[in-house]
């Protein structure tokens, strides 16, 4: 009878082990990819800008004097749903347009809200752009060489597609003044206007365009695990509990 047992236990034993093991992995990935994801917006198509990180304005459009603001709008279908943004990166050109400069040394203050303006419809006005949960995501200083820039945010963004679309504001005040084709590098855009357009100026107004930063958003689900999650965790949990016991009653 003892000898039966122990026949059984063993391979029982391995089988319930390896399959424990497996669906806590499965679990694992599945509780991981729930909560952490990246998703860039609007896609490159080959185009380049610097404002407002590798230049501090362009003396064929005002002078030379520096902008000191920057919008810019995302559309809402581009996100799968209520996401809590962490962090943000944009992409510098430097293997094309080297520069010693990279992003513009200064302080940037960056926020978020939930808009109501379109993509390609932003207003000259930035404050009409801004939606009523406007929070600050970042303050600080940035600058210096690297091919992405990532910034983390102080307090992250609870961002609700539902609610309208993402708008992207920037203040920025410069240590140096670094002219657009004064040495400055370039970061990677769209032009299409579909997906992303920006408005920059300084003041309280500024010029509204198609253009957009290539942007990534690294992101988490605004909710909990699904029920399917903790499913899975929970049947990963039990086939190492009876494998357990198989283990102890064997012994």
């Known amino acids: 009878m003892i000898a039966s047992s122990e026949f059984f236990d063993a391979p029982t034993s391995a089988w319930a082990k390896r399959a424990g093991w497996a669906v806590i992995a499965a679990g694992v990935l599945a509780f991981g990819s729930a909560y952490a994801g990246s998703v860039t917006v609007p896609g490159s198509d080959g185009n380049l800008n610097c404002y407002p990180f590798d ?3 362009d003396s064929s459009v005002n002078s030379g004097a520096d902008n000191t603001q920057y919008q810019q709008v995302y559309a809402a ?3 799968s749903g209520p996401t809590v943004i962490s962090s943000i990166s944009f992409f510098q050109a430097l293997s094309q347009y080297p520069s010693s400069i990279g992003v513009v040394p200064g302080t940037y203050t960056i926020s978020f809200s939930t808009t109501s303006a379109a993509v390609d419809g932003l207003s000259p ?3 009409s752009n801004l939606g009523g949960d406007n929070q600050t995501f970042f303050s600080g ?3 210096g060489l690297g091919n992405t820039l990532t910034i983390t945010g102080t307090t992250p963004f609870d961002y609700n597609p539902a609610n309208g679309n993402l708008l992207l ?3 920025m005040n410069y240590d140096q003044s670094v002219l657009n084709g004064s040495g400055n590098t370039y970061m990677e855009a769209n ?3 579909v997906l992303s357009s920006r408005v920059w100026g300084s003041g309280t ?5 198609n253009l957009g930063l290539v942007t990534e958003f690294n992101t988490r689900p605004a909710t909990v695990p699904e029920p399917a999650t903790w499913a ?4 990963g949990l039990a086939g190492l509990g009876l494998m357990l016991r198989r283990r102890t009653r064997s012994v």
Not at 205 to 209: F, N
Request: glycine share 14%; proline share 0%; aromatic share 14%.
């Open 141 to 143: 200083t940035l600058g």
């Open 232 to 235: 899975l965790f929970a049947a």
């Open 169 to 171: 504001n920037v203040s």
């Open 125 to 127: 006005t930035f404050s």
């Open 191 to 193: 032009y299409s206007g």
């Open 77 to 79: 279908s581009a996100f």
């Open 55 to 57: 230049c501090t304005g």
């Open 205 to 209: 107004s500024g010029t509204a365009d």
